[in-house]
Every structure is written in C-alpha cells, then in structure tokens.
C-alpha cells in the first residue's frame, strides 16, 4: 500500500515530500520514500489520538475478527472452487478422487464417493508423493475399515507420530516450517479419502500449532522427540483420560434398575455401560438403523461383559421408549451453538424421548469441541456411498438405480441434533447444560 | 533370502520374472494395506489352451498339479491352501479354521501368478529360518496354516522348559517375529468395523496373521514357464500390444521390407529388418527381426523367432521356430518344434515333431 502511495502520489500532500515520481526511481530512493511516509503516518495518527484497530470498545486488543472462507468439500456445485482445489491437489501432487452417481438436489453442494473406486487407483505403487502409513490410514478410512469419531483421531495420530519419526530436514530449512508444509498434502490426501472428522481437524490444529512453537535452537532429534511427547500427552489427556473421567461422571447419573437406551455404536457410550456394570444393575436397549448396522458391534460387545441387552431397529423406538428411563449418546461432535452432530439417526432418537419425556444425555469430550454453528443437517454433512443401500441379494429392487434417472439415492451420515432436545452434556470438565458449550470453547481458547 | 533381509526395511512385493498380467496392481496392494495383511497374493482362473501344442502328444490338464484354494465369502481371505502333490488321499481342514469360517468356498482350477505382497517380518522370519526353502510351496502354505493355529510356545507350556531351549532353533514361530505396535492397536480397538458377524470376538478373532488374495476374473495373466503357455501368450500379444503398449506402433515394423502387404493379416506381429517376399501368406503370426522369409510361403499360426531363414515354397502351420534355424525350399511343417539353429533338408514333411539338436535339452 505504501508503495503505490508513493508512485501513484495520491493523498493528503507530504510535507516537504516529493511529486509523484515516475518509475525511473531507484530503489534505495523509492525505500527511503516509504519510509518517510510510514513515519508521516504515524505522526498523524498519534495526533488523531486514538489508534483504530479495535472500533468496538470493550473487545480484548488480541483478538482480530478472523474471516472465515467456505470450505471447499461444501461447494461442490461451484465449478470456480472445484477448479481451485484441483489446482491445489495437482501441486501437492495428491490425486484428485471422482465423484460418483446422481446426487440428490438437497445435497448437491457435497461430494459423493464410491467405496469401489479408491483413490489409490491412481497413484503409483510404492507412493512416492504420500507416506505409506498415510496411504495405508487413507484407504483404511475409506473403505470404512475404521470408524467412529475416537478410533479415527487415534489412528490419524499414530500415524502422524510414525511420519514424524521418519521426517528428516533438508539441509537448508527450518523443522518448524518444512513439517508443516510437508503435513499438508498428507492432509489433503486424508481429506480426499474421507472427509476430515471434528476431532481429527482439532487434533491436526495441536499438531500444527506444536510443530511451529518448536524453538528454533533445538537439535532436530531433541525436537521430534519433544514432538511424540506432545502426541503422546495428547493421546493421555484429551482421549484416554477424558474417557475415564466421563465414564465415571455419567456413573454418577445411572441407578439401579435403569433401563439405558443407546444408540448405533459409540466407543465412550460402550466404556461407560461397561465400567458401570460392574457396581449397577440395569439393562440396556440398543437401537440400531441400516445402512450401517453399527448396534451390531455394541450389542456384542455389552453381551459380552455380561449386560441385558434388547436390539431393535430405530424404527421401533417408539414402542419401546415408554419403558426407557434415560437415553445414553454418543457425538461426533459438538457445535459452538450447543447443536450436537452425531451419527445420523440421533435426532429422531432426541427428537421422540422429548416428546416421551425421557433425558437425553450426551456424551463427549472436549477435544471434539468444534467452532463451527449449524442449525441444519444440509448445510455441512458427508455422503457416503449411495450402494451401500442396495441390499446384497437377488432381486434387489434398487439394483439398477443409475439407469432410472428420476431416481437417486441418499446415504447420508451425520445429523445434527437441536440443543433444546438435549438434557446433559456430560465432558471430562463436568456435567454441562448445551447451551454452556461456548463457554467451554471460550476457555478452550485463553488457555491456549 | 539372507541378503533380502539386510537391504530392505519395509514391505516387499515379490515377482516371477516370467509373469504376463494387465492386473490394476492396485488390487493386490490394497488387500495388502487395508488389512494390515502378513502376505497377499494374486491367482487367476486357468483356461484351456485352445490349439494343439506343437511336439506335444495327446492333452494335458491346464492345471497339472491342482491346489486347493478356500476363499472366505468375500473371495478376498485366504484361508486354505493345499496342494494335490502332498495330500494322499483326503483334504484335511482344521476344525480351528471351520469355527471361525464357517463358509468355505473351494476352488480349483486356480493359477497362482506368483507375485507377493509380504511384510517385513516374514522377510527377517525367512532370513532365520532356513527349513524353508520354497516361497511359493512352503511359505505360503506355512502363512495360511498359521492363520488357524496359535504360537506354538503358548501351547507348550511351562513345564517343558528344558526342552523349549533345545527345540529353539528349530521351532522358530512366525509369532516371535510378528511386531505389533501399540498405539496403532488402539484405534481398531474403538472401532466398529468387525469382518465376521454372530459371534462374540473382535475382528479377525484377534489373529496377528492374515493372508489375502485378489482373483482376476478377467484381463490377462500368464506366467510363461512351460511351452504351452508362452505360445499361447505370444497368440494373445498381437490382440493386446496396440491396447497396452505402444499404440502409436504399427504390428508390422517400419523397417521391415514386405513385397505383398495384402497378405500379411492384420494380428500378425512382424519385427525390425525382416524381408518377406512375393505371394507370401502370412496369418496369425509373430515373426521376429532380421528374418528372411523368401517367396510363395504359407505361414499360419507360427511363431518365428529372430534370425530365421525360410526359404521358397514352404508351408508351416502351428509352428514354433527358434532362432537362426533355416528351413529349406519345399518343407511341409505342422505342429512342429523347430530348434535353434537346425537346417532342415528341402521338401522335408514333418507332422508333430520336435527336432532339437543334440546338444540342447529343451523340457516341453
């Protein structure tokens, strides 16, 4: 902006300064004129007073509003943003996966993919471009071998532990700057196989911020094992720990006689009926939907410590809420409006208890504390692949579904739940209302 | 096998350096990575060879020693794998195996294409072991049996100490050498994936070792080790060398001198230098480079390798002529296995024979 002040000579006049000049000056004289200007600048200011930068009085001096872009997995009817990420995958030497079938009109703006054509179809063997333990986590992720919210985040962070032991700086760059820049098409990669989970976008956000708090001074062994530590205390705190202390929270909330009803397959819902059952009597219901079929996993494995379990399809909810005394739920993660994203499915679960009277409690840590503020399921969610509705078997009526055109199949996989439908939200912090999750983010945030 | 085991660090892919296949590579690697797989490997189904093999009496079997292959529902785990040459009469399946798959589908018919996926582990397991001596007939039958069975020092238990010290070098387990890591351990552990359903064990019934396979069903995959099939790959190249390879070159080379080109058919392969002469009929063949072929020749369904010197009037059908041989006016070949540099006398007549020199053993 100087610059062009000082070519253009548009402004108030300088005192004593130059006409505009044309570009026939040389540098150190065109230096020393912005220099000049920048002091002019300032004095100005100081004269006015009061510095501009922060127009809302009572806001805190650190804290520049930031501008948030759309993200891009949400534009994908918007052929100048589709142009930008293949631009960007085509740097970072990641390849660029294919959408696949018809899409319903409502969710025309996200990307559907195929589990039968894998993204590693069009690298070469062995990657050379991408860590194999990264491609190795992709596809994992892509062909729903690993799953759920906890499981995800842990494996993105042994394997970012794994790169990180192999990383070696190249001779002329910083640690501190080169890891980051070689994270990013690992990023892309995963994000092209799946879309990035809440807690694994927050986990990735830690890393980054340790790797660039890295002092410069440090060897690089000393800094990459500073840097598994950090992973590791992580890994203790947010996940391990968190768990533990939910668990025994959401004990507290659980009497004898209880009639628990769950829902899909949580990883923290199943810790805390497990370590429960052991001090109390209840029994269970685990309500189950298709295409995914996850109650199957819960069922078998609170059938195998030893709880009453009943299974039904959520279709049966209904009749079997007026028994239930209270409602356990997993989330994906939870909303800076108090909304809860979770698997789809959740909300109509939410949605009957209320009008069943029954307490909603949801379970989640705090590292899948997420910034972001929807107030619908469309808006941001993921498509999964529309054949896993097929039924395998013969005769399967939508079998030949991308030959009928007015047909398209939905297979969608998150939903989100309103704050008014949930009662608790228990976290390692405590037991927490819905509406004090912006607290908590508050404080998330000084902290760091 | 011990040089192996120094000079690598990670996973190997192992190939037969006689292996032909169009197989999308990504399809066994990604069994091999998905599933944190001990080994996979690729098989195709056998067909039958269509034309007679020429210096060959009567049929064979495509498959000469059958294996017995038992996929899992999914066609993509291995589970058994036996060979006809060691079993006597009865197949034995474990009842280890039944309980955790109930379903077996068996096949044979089954063409190993010898090409592996193996972790590093098995690398350093071999580079200990030396009782095993075959990758593809001992040490993948070794791996899937494995699958079923536990660590053979959890069975022995506590009170055969002593004898576990001397059978040490001997009883070297895959086990022992199997690393698991264990913070990767935890993230499967909180998932909800599970490959088999109606019982109460986690995925893979907690098995370190597993074995996959990618059967092709269509594209093309030879390994060119006996004589029927290296013709048989060469019959398919003319169909397949556009599509694959170098769409840009023509079958029949530029440098090759053709007096009649009408009559060279359009699936005949035709190499550098070569010179054919006048009304030469040239069918379904591949023909190497600097050959001679002089005129009124009937080539048909032959395979000429370089070098060759085919002089006037002659007639070959179903032929396979090694290098530098020269066949003299007027032969009548068919079904024949021609050495390499065998002169055949003029107007020689010769139906389903193999004439070779003294000198070279060449095994059909």
């Known amino acids: 902006m100087a610059a062009r002040d000082g070519l253009s000579g548009v402004g108030p006049p300088l005192a004593g300064g130059q006409p505009a000049a044309p570009q026939g000056l040389s540098k150190e004289e065109k230096l020393q004129l912005r220099k000049e200007k920048k002091q002019q600048k300032k004095k100005r200011r100081d004269e006015m007073g009061q510095p501009a930068d922060s127009p809302i009085l009572g806001q805190p001096h650190t804290q520049l509003p930031v501008v948030k872009r759309v993200p891009e997995h949400v534009q994908v009817d918007d052929p100048a943003a589709q142009k930008r990420l293949a631009k960007k995958l085509e740097r970072q030497q990641v390849p660029l996966r294919p959408d696949y079938g018809a899409k319903v009109n409502l969710f025309s703006h996200l990307h559907q993919y195929s589990r039968k054509v894998p993204l590693t179809q069009q690298m070469s063997i062995p990657a050379i471009a991408i860590h194999p333990a990264v491609v190795r986590l992709g596809l994992q992720y892509s062909q729903g071998l690993l799953n759920g919210s906890n499981a995800r985040c842990l494996a993105l962070l042994q394997v970012f532990r794994q790169v990180i032991r192999d990383y070696s700086t190249p001779p002329s760059e910083e640690l501190s700057r080169d890891l980051v820049a070689k994270l990013k098409p690992y990023i892309s990669f995963l994000n092209q196989c799946r879309p990035l989970s809440a807690s694994m976008g927050n986990a990735i956000k830690y890393l980054k911020k340790e790797i660039s708090g890295l002092s410069s001074t440090l060897r690089e062994e000393e800094a990459k094992g500073k840097l598994q530590e950090s992973i590791d205390k992580y890994v203790r705190e947010k996940i391990q720990l968190a768990a533990e202390a939910i668990s025994k929270y959401a004990f507290e909330k659980i009497s004898d006689g209880d009639v628990i009803l769950v829902y899909g397959c949580s990883s923290l819902v199943n810790r805390t009926l497990c370590d429960a059952h052991t001090k109390r009597a209840f029994r269970v219901i685990v309500v189950d939907s298709r295409p995914r079929l996850e109650g199957r996993d819960t069922l078998r494995r609170l059938v195998r410590e030893g709880i009453r379990c009943t299974y039904v399809m959520i279709t049966a909810i209904s009749y079997v809420l007026p028994e239930v005394s209270k409602v356990l739920l997993g989330a994906h993660a939870l909303l800076a409006n108090g909304s809860v994203m979770s698997r789809v499915g959740t909300s109509q679960i939410a949605l009957v208890s209320k009008a069943y009277n029954v307490p909603v409690l949801v379970c989640c840590e705090t590292y899948k504390f997420c910034e972001r503020v929807q107030t619908d399921s469309f808006v941001s969610n993921e498509l999964d692949d529309p054949d896993d509705l097929i039924l395998p078997r013969k005769g399967a009526q939508l079998g030949g579904w991308k030959e009928n055109t007015s047909l398209r199949l939905l297979n969608l996989v998150y939903d989100v739940t309103p704050p008014e439908l949930v009662d608790l939200v228990i976290t390692d912090l405590g037991m927490i209302p819905c509406t004090s999750v912006p607290v908590v983010l508050r404080v998330k945030n000084v902290e760091q | ?364």
């Open chain 2, 1 to 364: 096998m011990e040089p192996l085991s120094t000079v690598s660090q990670t996973d190997v892919l192992v190939l037969s350096c006689d292996l032909i296949t169009d197989v999308a590579l990504h399809e066994v690697v990604d069994l091999f990575r998905a599933h944190d797989a001990t080994v996979s490997m690729l098989m195709k189904k056998a067909h039958e060879p269509t034309e007679m093999i020429p210096g060959q009496k009567g049929k064979k079997k495509p498959v000469e020693q059958r294996d017995f292959i038992g996929v899992d529902d999914t066609g993509k785990r291995l589970l058994f794998m036996a060979n006809e040459a060691d079993l006597d009469e009865e197949l034995v399946i474990k009842r280890s195996l039944l309980q955790k798959h109930p379903r077996v589908h068996l096949r044979t018919g089954l063409v190993d294409a010898h090409l592996y996926c193996l972790k590093k582990y098995v690398v350093d397991f071999l580079a200990e072991n030396r009782s095993l001596t075959s990758l593809r007939s001992e040490l993948i039958p070794y791996l899937v049996r494995k699958q079923f069975s536990s660590a053979a020092c959890v069975r022995q238990g506590r009170d055969s100490k002593e004898q576990d010290q001397k059978k040490d070098e001997k009883s070297l387990d895959i086990y022992s050498f199997v690393k698991g890591d264990s913070l990767l351990e935890l993230a499967p552990d909180k998932s909800c994936w599970n490959n088999l359903r109606g019982d109460m064990s986690e995925a893979f019934h907690g098995g370190r070792v597993r074995c996959y396979v990618h059967i092709m069903t269509e594209g093309l995959c030879y390994r060119v080790n006996t004589l029927g099939l290296y013709i048989e790959a060469n019959r398919q190249v003319p169909k397949l060398l556009p599509a694959l390879l170098c769409p840009e070159e023509p079958l029949v080379h530029a440098s090759a001198q053709v007096a009649d080109r009408t009559l060279v058919g359009s699936d005949s392969i035709i190499g550098p230098s070569t010179q054919v002469g006048e009304k030469t009929s040239i069918k379904h063949s591949v023909i190497g480079t600097t050959c001679t072929i002089k005129d009124r020749v009937k080539i048909t369904n032959c395979i000429i390798m370089n070098s060759v010197t085919i002089e006037d009037g002659c007639s070959l059908q179903n032929c396979l002529i090694c290098h530098n041989a020269v066949i003299e006016k007027g032969a009548d070949l068919r079904d024949c296995l021609i050495g390499s540099g065998q002169r055949l006398e003029p107007k020689a007549k010769h139906l389903n024979e193999v004439i070779v020199g003294s000198e070279q053993l060449m095994e059909i």
